[in-house]
């Protein structure tokens, strides 16, 4: 068991946002630089996450949960990886893979509490559900004028969208599903649904 200062051992993973069914890897959104041996070992998520948070040149790494995991550590990460990464098939292997993004530190402290998957509409029916934020939906802002009403919403607010047409738009959502990238709607290049970003909480 590896010591560290959280309490549980699962609680590292708290800091790395988890992208469910994309793998991102060297020359589809990732790269491995000076981490080549470390790529394939037979270890769970958390010892992934271990292994990578005590290293400085880990952004994050890519766990395959079949044949008894598998654990692929990164030295970068697309900050777009439903555009450039892998995204999983259901029904097939490639559905077992994620990706864990180590937490960056930005300059905007709000959002260090939310994950911007680009190019993914979460809504009512499609992966989210807004209820009780009704009149949240469509408002003018900036995603960080999104986060912070989002942020003050406590536990009310599970994440929000940003639709960046149009002067900005904000959709905050009560709850986000666990799988966006498998249940809410993936925009299309050369369309307004590429504009739609889900920030999770």
């Known amino acids: 068991m590896i010591s560290s200062s959280w309490g549980d051992e699962s609680d590292i993973l708290q800091e790395y946002w988890q992208v469910m069914h994309v793998n991102c890897y060297p020359g589809r959104g990732a790269s491995n630089n000076g ?76 959002l260090d509490h939310f994950y911007p ?27 960080s004028s999104c986060g912070h009403q989002c942020f003050n919403l406590r536990n009310d607010c599970g994440g929000y969208v940003f639709f960046d047409a149009h002067g900005g738009q904000c959709f905050l959502l009560k709850h986000i599903s666990a799988g966006p990238v498998g249940e809410c709607e993936l925009g299309r290049q050369g369309t307004e649904s590429w504009q739609f970003t889900t920030y999770i909480k």
């Open 35 to 110: 981490l080549e041996h470390e790529q394939g070992k037979r270890v769970d998520a958390v010892y992934c996450a271990h292994n990578c948070y005590h290293m400085d040149h880990c952004k994050g790494y890519v766990h395959f949960s079949a044949h008894g995991g598998q654990c692929f550590l990164l030295s970068w990460i697309s900050q777009d990886p439903v555009a450039d990464c892998d995204l999983g098939q259901i029904g097939t292997e490639s559905w077992q893979f994620d990706t864990f993004v180590k937490k960056p530190r930005s300059t905007d402290w709000v």
């Open 117 to 143: 998957l680009k190019h993914v509409n979460c809504y009512n029916g499609r992966g989210a559900w807004n209820g009780g934020l009704e009149q949240y939906q469509g408002i003018q802002g900036t995603p």
